[in-house]
């Protein structure tokens, strides 16, 4: 007999694990490297802790099996894939264990006629483009974390990034999905048809839903041609007005051409010059604002609506790339700035919908307020302008929670009193589950309670995660 | 006392409705118009009677008070929009209320900047279109039922048409919905943000519910500048594999300006010729398929890809609208057909979704055992080739009950065989009710009751409609 119980209880519950899946596929939470429980960016980490034990399925049988049997004993359980939100949405409490799809990462067939790839949601955003690449194919979402982001956290997620305003969010390209609910049965499949109204969409159900009602194991989704022609322009604007215009201008393009509208405020602007070695603004001249523009037309088209723009004074300076590797360049002054944020040492970030015309005077505001409460704060905004999505980083010098508390309460406070939404594409997970109920009425919050106890009457999936225990 | 007690309870019904929402707003289900009672088209009427009682709310209070009141009582309830639907799904029973949204037909707000919409779900698609008209804006859904369908009857069937390969369906373009639950509850609103992550995204719920889980009342819809461009052209091709080929051939196009790709079988040819009058097809000769295609661009762009195909021997003869008479003529022949059809008398009906490239054998083997059965019938066929949907139409010159069963059962096995939908854009209603196992497993129809249980748990809405009554 062990002289810890919980010590014990581990063992018989990665006896019955192994049995399940094979012993290979199991370990004990202890001996868990980082990456499996904290993000690496920092973020949304508060409530992470090592979990009892991880297991890595190998197929959708495997999920369910292990499923079905942590449902039995009332084990939770949490989905985790590439670790990359920034919620908290797959850090697990000491209670859980890990469900990782990383081993299900197997890219399926590509269907070259209707252009759709099966996935398995282990597989990686940046090993799918590779694949599809070969191909001259593109998937429609883009996100900085890339690298380690999956396809079914994606999923889980919603995730947005950078090319929302042409191919629209994961929800607009998951064509068929196939989820494993709490009690290990197996729902969906990888339908191709873009058309299907046989009954309820269940499939949205597990889209956006942070893996709390069902683990998403494999999808097929659409893919898309390699633009034939990619414009790249990096613009310097005088004040937010111009920002906005210039916007409007772009519908001079055929529509559906324009793929990313990235603003920068100078606050931005500055953290590049100062702190980052790598990422160059391409002109010398401080502005109010950057713009990073990408449209998939010839330079001239995107070129006589810029010059239009210099003329009537909205832009003050711009560079369009003329080749891959300026493009790149332009690319690392929006992306590149990861160097910088990290020698401000701890950030509070925030993801906010809001319309584009609100963003100047809501950033201007709650950066004042901000610095009133704590003056050493410096803050930085950036935004998918055409999305409106406005990222707000603040980086206070200090890194408590109650200070953490106080800037949340304080930006939310604001989201809620302009109708916005507290968060555009990064989930509820546990970091913002306080404050669900600023952007969703009580009666709706209430429906998705019924929808999770429906779904998962023992509430073993994702504990905690968007909304507060139900059971 | 009354000699009828039926109509006494009915009496006590009416009395109570109007207290609820006034007197003006109730009639008996006896006194009602046939267009409230059947659908125009003569399809998905198999089930439909006379009302007890119609009510028409103007406000989505007056619709949540009489919803608590039917909820409370138990007394089932059919919304209804335009009636233009194909399966019964707004079709009452003798035992039922219906909900007309007909008097909620305000159309809000258009906001420029973002290009959104504010409408109530008693608009009908010509009103909304013609008010979006003033503005150079269009409505990124069409259909042909547009002088009828009404926006909560589109968003709760999401439907489809004819431009879904450029916009998407009306999934794809609600930002925001309001509904009212069985109970009463208001939840949603008439957010316009792009990117919402905030908990489940619960408006999904409710888009292609057909009216079971919830009564939409009012929503924010995407709406699109005019095109700058629209090149319209009509084509004549030898066999299937061309039809195909310059489905290929056109993603030379930009991406996003292929607006419609529309595939005419010659059974739809001939029934054009010989029972049309109005509609012409605009060249001489025979072909086995007939494609209306419109993309949105210059004319040259589309004559260079059709000059391809027809030295390639793909296309046979080819034909550019010069002029939006000549446009409005070639689109009379894929709309015009309503009067030939009417002379063929009673119709089978299917709208399938399966792999472009299946279509031509599925239509050509469903035709003959079709035939096998009931050597009179004519069989029509067209699709909306890009989105993988067939129409497939049966006019067996009989017409009775049994004639119908037999058909739907081989078509819907074909198509259970192949792994399609029987549903691509009509939704499910009670037509299409007993196949709906044919393309969703048990678990997933299980999952969707456990659905309707959780929102609507006393089964008033809509019942019998997607679902076999559950309560």
Known sequence: ???????????????????????????????????????????GNETAQTPRA????????????????????????????????????????????????????????????????????????????????????????????????TLGGMIASNAGGLNV????????????LEAVLADGTVVGGLGKVLKDNAGYDLKHIFIGSEGTLGIVTRATVRVFDKPQAIS???????????????????????????????????SYGQLIREFCTRARIPFPTDCAFYLLIEAHVECDAIERVLAEAL?????????????ERERAALWLVREGSGEGLRK???????????????????????????????????????????DGNLHLIFATGGGSAEERLAI?????????????????????GTSKRPYLGY????????LMKRLKSTLDPKGILNPGKVLHDVG
């Open 54 to 149: 991880i297991v890595w399925p190998r197929s959708t049988g495997e999920v369910s099996r292990v499923l079905s049997y942590c449902n039995a004993i009332g084990q939770t359980v949490v989905p985790q894939g590439g670790l990359s939100g920034v919620v908290g949405g797959a850090c697990a409490t000491a209670r859980d264990v890990v469900v990782s799809l990383e081993r299900m990462n197997g890219i399926g067939e590509i269907d070259d006629e209707s252009i759709i790839v099966a996935v398995e949601a282990g597989a990686t955003l940046q090993a799918i483009s590779e694949r599809l690449a070969e191909r001259r194919l593109v998937f429609p979402v883009d996100i900085g974390s890339r690298a380690t982001a």
């Open 232 to 266: 790249t322009a990096f613009v310097g604007v005088a004040c937010f007005a111009g920002v906005a215009r210039l916007l409007r201008r772009l519908r001079q393009l055929p529509l559906g051409t324009l793929a990313a509208y990235e603003v920068m405020w100078s």
């Open 1 to 43: 007999m062990s002289a810890n119980p919980q010590r014990s209880t581990d063992d018989g519950l990665i006896a019955e694990l192994a049995a399940i899946i094979g012993p290979g596929a199991v370990r004990r939470g202890a001996e868990l490297d980082e990456r499996y429980i904290r993000n690496a960016w920092g973020y």
């Open 439 to 446: 952007s969703r009425s009580a009666a709706e919050i209430e």
């Open 165 to 176: 305003v042409k191919y629209g969010m994961m929800r607009q390209n998951v064509l068929g």
């Open 344 to 386: 401000l040492g701890s950030l509070v970030t925030f993801d906010i919908s809001l319309p584009l015309a609100d963003m100047p005077l809501f950033v201007e505001q709650a950066s004042r307020e901000v610095a009133a409460l704590f003056p050493a704060t410096r803050s930085i905004a950036l935004a998918h302008g055409a």
């Open 408 to 428: 949340d309460h304080l930006v939310y406070r604001k989201v809620k009193e302009i109708a916005g939404s507290i968060s555009a594409e990064h989930g509820i």
């Open 311 to 323: 003329e009537s004074g909205e832009a003050i300076d711009a560079v369009v790339a003329k080749s």
